[in-house]
């Protein structure tokens, strides 16, 4: 990785438990990303994986190790880092424009209220949401509530853009239109994204890397999977490409059996050089010492069957 | 449907309240005459004693006497002799000021206190013991400190309305989602304009209901405060009435004392309303 835009070096996260003792979600992690990325984070629930984001976004503080974003270390919040809440996290008695001039105002302070509005429209047209405007949140479906988010935190020009969840509330079919959504906006626009989801499909058509954690407590990042689809990928067809199916299997793999006996089969993980995985290359797979070579898609073969 | 509801709810008010007067003139109503005695001493005992009229007003006394009071409401004739709607004015302008002071102090420190742990921790045994006090037992310490029985009942409005304002303040303020508080943090919006751009509206409506019932409180409190202090006041009139065996005036007063309660209640409810916001 020569252009780490995203460095997460060391960084743990504990918490006072009963009796004295400390509870580690985890520790030692160490994470990074290029400009432009999007990276998808999977895990079971309680390995840490919010609380990862949060950091990233500055509302949490690790207890160990820093987190260095375009060169530097961050502390606290900052405009440059845009989240997008699971619950999308809108003010009610804010109307659609009004909940997206409000981000656009605490950027942009001297902006007089002609220039915002005209701004924050820019945005809600860019969603799709031309026209309602002046609707209030509780007037708006799960998914327009969840664009309005999306537009909110893309308005103020974000370097990356942090989601936790954002489409897990969401039925399949809305929750199918953001993502194309998402995903060409965070194309046109170049985009760094982090995005915590437990829907492996959503993983595969959005993310360039996928990194997949164990299960928590004493969480570890334990592989860096590269997607191997293109990056002009289609919805309709990516089930069809030739690597799809040992990709999905691979992570399925992941978190039904390998996530509870990652940390006793690999005691030797090093945290810090995180094995990268890349389907259908298999010279360049984990060359770990002592794990048998993984089966992987051979031109000819049906990958997703075999496997 | 719902218009012939509230059709149907009012005509069985209406039902109600003819039933209730009705019954009212019945029991008080004169039975005829009950002994024989010269005219002059007659005058003299009243239609209670010559006719058996009880001594309770029937609803036509009250009627009368009310309209009376209404075509009069702002005459002065001396401190014991004075219209309802003066009296009336002097408890509204008490309440009023002493809620306001109350408004003042409470929602600023409810503020302060809800935004801060430690002062929620701090804080929370003096108001423990200070909440449960009637705000009357209060008047002799006012009246020995201020020095002055009209300023005192505004001191005692003050004391008794503060409490619902500070703790559902507090209670608001503090129970602000933590989302709505993030999305201001991710915004890196400065600690003023958070409380007032997310902190206040979030937290308005259940201020307000405290404010609801602070007001309720203030106009329980001032009946009686203004009938330990005396001088004016609806609650002085209703005293001084009692003193002079005018029950007509009192039922009068009682009725008065109700109609601006529910108005004072309705104003807040109104403004509570333009606050809340649906999720």
């Known amino acids: 990785m020569t252009d780490k835009f995203i460095s997460i070096e060391g960084i743990a996260k504990r918490y006072p438990g009963a009796g004295g003792a400390t509870t580690t979600i985890f520790e030692n992690l160490w994470l990074s990303m290029a400009r432009g990325e999007f990276a998808c984070v999977i895990g079971h629930s309680g390995c840490g994986k919010t609380t990862v984001l949060n950091i990233l976004a500055g509302l949490d503080a690790p207890s160990e190790g820093a987190v260095i974003v375009d060169g530097q270390a961050i502390s606290g919040t900052s405009l440059d880092r845009a989240v997008i809440f699971q619950s999308h996290a809108l003010l009610p008695w804010r109307t659609v424009l009004g909940n997206v001039a409000y981000a656009v105002s605490s950027k942009w302070r001297s902006w007089d209220r002609a220039k915002v509005k005209a701004h924050a429209q820019k945005f809600i047209d860019l969603v799709g949401l031309s026209g309602a405007e002046h609707k209030r949140p509780s007037e708006l479906s799960g998914g327009m509530k969840q664009r309005v988010g999306i537009a909110r935190a893309l308005s103020i020009m974000p370097k990356m853009m942090l989601m936790d969840e954002p489409f897990s509330a969401l039925d399949a079919l809305t929750r199918g239109t953001l993502q194309d959504e998402v995903r060409r906006i965070c194309l046109e626009t170049g985009q760094t994204a982090f995005m915590i989801t437990h829907d492996v499909d959503e993983a595969i058509y959005l993310a360039d890397k996928i990194f997949l954690m164990t299960n928590g407590p004493g969480a570890v990042l334990a592989e860096v999977v590269e997607n191997p689809l293109p990056r002009d990928r289609g919805r309709t067809d990516l089930h069809r490409h030739p690597l799809y199916y040992a990709l999905r299997n691979h992570i399925i793999d992941f978190l039904v059996t390998r996530s509870k006996t990652f940390t006793t089969e690999k005691p030797d993980h090093d945290p810090r050089n995180v094995p990268t995985v890349q389907i259908g290359k298999p010279g360049l797979s984990i060359a770990s010492s002592g794990e048998e070579p993984r089966q992987t898609w051979m031109p000819g073969t049906n990958p997703g069957l075999s496997a | ?279």
């Open chain 2, 1 to 279: 449907m719902t218009a012939s509801l509230r059709l149907r709810a009012g005509l069985v008010s209406l039902v109600l309240l003819a039933a209730f007067l009705g019954i009212w003139h019945l029991a008080t109503r004169s039975t005829g005459t009950t002994a024989t005695m010269s005219p002059e001493y007659a005058k003299l005992m009243g239609l209670t004693a010559t006719q058996g009229k009880s001594a309770m007003p029937g609803p036509l006394d009250v009627g009368a006497k009310l309209w009376e009071h209404l075509k009069r409401p702002f005459y002065d004739n001396g401190p014991n002799d004075k219209g309802l709607g003066i009296q009336l004015g002097y408890s509204i302008a008490r309440v009023g000021t002493g809620y306001l002071l109350a408004v003042l102090v409470a929602i600023p420190l409810g503020f302060l206190i809800g935004m801060s742990p430690l002062l929620s921790k701090a804080l929370d045994p003096f108001i423990q013991v200070l909440k449960p006090i009637s705000p009357l037992a209060w008047m002799p310490l006012a009246l020995y400190t201020i020095k002055d029985s009209s300023v005192s009942a505004i001191f005692v409005i003050f004391i008794c309305s503060i409490w619902p304002m500070l703790l559902n303040t507090v209670f608001g303020v503090a129970s602000v989602r933590k989302e709505w508080i993030n999305v201001a943090r991710t915004l890196e919006v400065g600690t003023v304009r958070r409380a007032f751009t997310v902190i206040l509206p979030a937290a308005a409506p259940t201020i307000l209901t405290g404010m609801r019932i602070s007001i309720g409180i203030a106009w329980l409190v001032i009946v009686a405060a203004e009938m330990l202090v005396g001088g004016t006041g609806i609650g002085y009139f209703v005293w001084n009435e009692w003193n002079n065996l005018s029950i007509t005036n009192v039922i009068i007063a009682i009725l008065l004392i109700g109609i601006v309660g529910m108005l004072l209640d309705q104003i807040l409810a109104r403004f509570t309303r333009m606050v809340t916001f649906p999720e």
